[in-house]
Every structure is written in structure tokens, then in C-alpha cells.
């Protein structure tokens, strides 16, 4: 599980509400101005370090998965970007460079969070088109026929909504269900998504 906007708070909440008994290996950076993040899992994690010069923190995070004699190994990228806005447009862009750096990196990757970019940005479809070795990388709400379903905004006055958040893959990883929700006190939706990691 993946968490941006990650506040001391809300980990003391979890903590309280027992997901730490549920997912009890952690990488956290928790920080009250938005750019705290976190990753829970069931699996030992690794942490490999920052995406470098974002704003927010994006953590790559090793994540080695064992079960009926078989082993499977991920880098999970906690991706939050900033917003296209204003004079945050040229950080945006370099952010979402710095994922798609990231996700051409050799082995298993999955980047899943807030992109804050819709198939409409030439700048994500870009990124999904920069796989390593010319492959192209997998949008898993495409690929489960989800990529409609809206996950921001969740709150306020009533809007269409657009996808900006999203879990992308690298070719080699299955995806077999993807569920978009609603969670009360956030603005946007959480992603679900069922992967099979090759083994090896």
C-alpha cells in the first residue's frame, strides 16, 4: 500500500485503527506540508532511495515477495508529483521525467500514485511510452478497462473528474483487477489493483 500526502497524524491513526498488525513492514516519511509519504506491505521492504531534485518525496522502495517455493522481487515507486500549475509546470514536467526514468530501470517496477497527469498530457502518455528497451510501459487501469472511472476530485462541489492517479507497471508484470474508491476525508480516490510479479 502506497500513501501519499502522508502527515504524522494519519500514521497515528493507522497505527490506532491496527494496520500495523495487518501490514506490519513500513517505509514512512510522515510530514504536515504534503510531501510525507509511506508504503505498508505484508512483505519485507528495502528502501533504494529518493527519486532526486521533486519536491515531493517520491522513495523507491524494494519489496521481495515469497510464498509456495517461489520468489518475486519489485521496486515500488511512491510517485506524487506536483500539480501542472502555474510556474509549477516546468516541475512537473521534470518530475514526471524523473518517474519515467525510474520506471525504464532493469527488474520489476511498479509506480503507483498521484501523477497529477490525465492521458490528455503528452508528457504521461510520453512516460508510458519510455520502457526499457523500447517497450512500452502498462497503465493497469487500461489494461483492466478501469481508465475511465475518475479518481480526482472525490470532495466538494460536484465536477466530472479527471484520472491523475494511477498504477504503472513495467511490461512483464500481469494485472488481473483494478477498483477505484471512494475514502471519506481525502479528495482522492484510492487505486486497488491485483498484479502478478514474475518469479526469479
Request: aromatic residues 6%; without cysteine.
Amino acid at each position: 500500500m502506497a500513501l501519499q500526502e502522508f502527515s504524522p497524524a494519519l500514521q497515528d491513526r493507522l497505527s490506532a485503527e491496527g494496520l500495523d498488525t495487518v501490514l506490519s513492514n513500513r517505509i514512512s516519511t510522515p510530514n504536515d506540508d504534503g510531501s510525507g509519504a509511506a508504503v505498508y506491505s505484508v512483505f519485507p521492504l528495502a528502501s533504494e532511495g529518493l527519486l532526486p531534485d521533486t519536491p515531493f518525496r517520491m522513495a523507491a522502495t524494494r519489496v521481495v515477495a515469497e510464498g509456495s517455493g517461489a520468489k518475486a522481487a519489485l521496486t515500488l515507486t511512491n510517485v506524487h508529483t506536483l500539480p501542472p500549475v502555474d510556474e509549477r509546470i516546468g516541475q512537473w514536467r521534470s518530475d514526471l521525467l524523473k518517474v519515467s526514468r525510474q520506471a525504464g530501470s532493469q527488474g520489476n517496477q511498479v509506480l503507483m500514485g498521484d501523477y497529477n497527469a490525465t492521458y490528455d498530457h503528452a508528457e504521461f502518455r510520453a512516460l508510458l511510452d519510455g520502457g526499457r528497451d523500447g517497450n512500452k510501459l502498462v497503465d493497469v487501469g487500461t489494461a483492466t478497462w478501469g481508465r475511465l472511472s475518475p479518481t480526482w476530485p472525490m470532495e466538494g462541489p460536484p465536477l466530472p473528474g479527471v484520472v491523475i492517479d494511477h498504477v504503472v507497471t513495467s511490461p512483464r508484470i500481469g494485472s488481473s483487477a483494478y477498483s477505484v474508491h471512494t475514502v471519506p476525508g481525502t479528495d482522492h480516490a484510492a487505486l486497488i489493483a491485483q498484479l502478478s510479479i514474475p518469479a526469479g
